[in-house]
């Protein structure tokens, strides 16, 4: 027959205590292989934000392009209708039949010329600008492909990454899920909270030489006494941690010898203090 499992609220705070230090022990074991991965994720993402950004900018420029190379033809249309009108505005000259006409035909041929060279003005801006946006264009490809490039090399160094840690991954995250089952709600919830608040990812430290072992800050004699009896949840005055006994957490330090000097007897004393004859 199976084993009931036992309520956490109903677990000594002793129980609750070394639950706690094993599931922080898994969740750090889980920010290792994260660390391991380091920035690469981040880098990835970037890249690909990049690589979209680049692409819609050479879409955004090729248009562009398209559009000069269109005002350019409507303006080369332009000035062929404006000469075509300059030739028939010079045959009506050669058959005026006073001042005023012959006046009038000849602003219409001073209007189109002037017609003629602002188009052919525009012309060549629209030309210098699809050099300019064709360079940008070849440049920004040229971008596309190196980050591509780069993005490919990431991705491979990730997923080489991820394949080698997600088995033991996966199975940390199991047990570790399996473990906070076995904690009172309350009590996870707030380790959790701590866990998030703190740098390096610890909710529950032991106590190494008299002091904290998440801040350092020094533990007062009788808070300590407190902690190796075990009778209730302690936290560090300072930054908040759970903590817990050393022993309890199966770990094992090394104490400093202190050695003390050596008593000496009231006759060798005497003996010193006595002058020479």
């Known amino acids: 027959m199976a084993s009931k499992v036992k309520d956490p609220a109903e677990l000594t705070v002793e129980e609750k205590l070394k639950n706690l230090y094993q599931l922080q022990t898994m969740l750090s074991e889980i920010d290792k292989i994260k660390t391991l991965r380091g920035e690469l994720p981040l880098e990835v993402q970037d ?16 248009n562009e392009i398209v559009e000069l190379k269109r005002e350019v033809a409507d303006r080369r249309g ?15 000259m050669d058959n005026v039949r006073n001042n005023r006409e012959y006046d ?43 980050r591509r490039t780069d993005l490919d090399i990431k991705k491979s160094e990730l997923e080489e990454i991820i394949s080698e840690t997600k088995a033991e991954e996966e199975k940390l995250r199991e047990r ?27 909710g529950i430290v032991y106590v190494q030489r008299d002091a904290c072992g998440g801040c350092f800050n020094k533990i007062p004699p009788q808070r300590q006494l407190d902690i190796r ?3 209730k949840i302690i936290v560090c005055e300072y930054c908040g941690r759970i903590m817990i006994d050393p022993e309890l957490a199966g ?14 007897s009231s006759r060798a004393k005497k003996a010193t203090s006595e002058p020479e004859a």
Request: hydrophobic content about 30%; cysteine-free; glycine content about 2%.
């Open 176 to 202: 570790s899920k399996n473990l906070e089952a076995l904690i009172e709600p309350r009590l996870l919830a707030s380790f959790k909270r701590i866990r998030r608040n703190s740098r390096n990812g610890l």
């Open 251 to 264: 770990v094992k330090l090394d104490k400093p010898v202190d050695e003390k000097p050596k008593r000496r």
């Open 229 to 231: 009896m075990r009778k």
């Open 78 to 92: 332009n000035i062929e209708n404006a000469n075509h009108s300059i030739e028939k505005y010079k045959v009506q």
């Open 47 to 62: 890249l690909e934000d990049e690589i979209e950004g680049l692409t819609t900018r050479i879409e955004k420029i090729q």
């Open 104 to 146: 009038s035909l000849n602003k219409e041929i001073e209007f189109q010329t002037l017609d003629i060279e602002l188009n052919q003005k525009k012309i060549r801006e629209a030309e210098d600008a699809v050099r300019q946006k064709s360079d940008e264009l070849t440049r920004s490809t040229e971008a596309v492909t190196e």
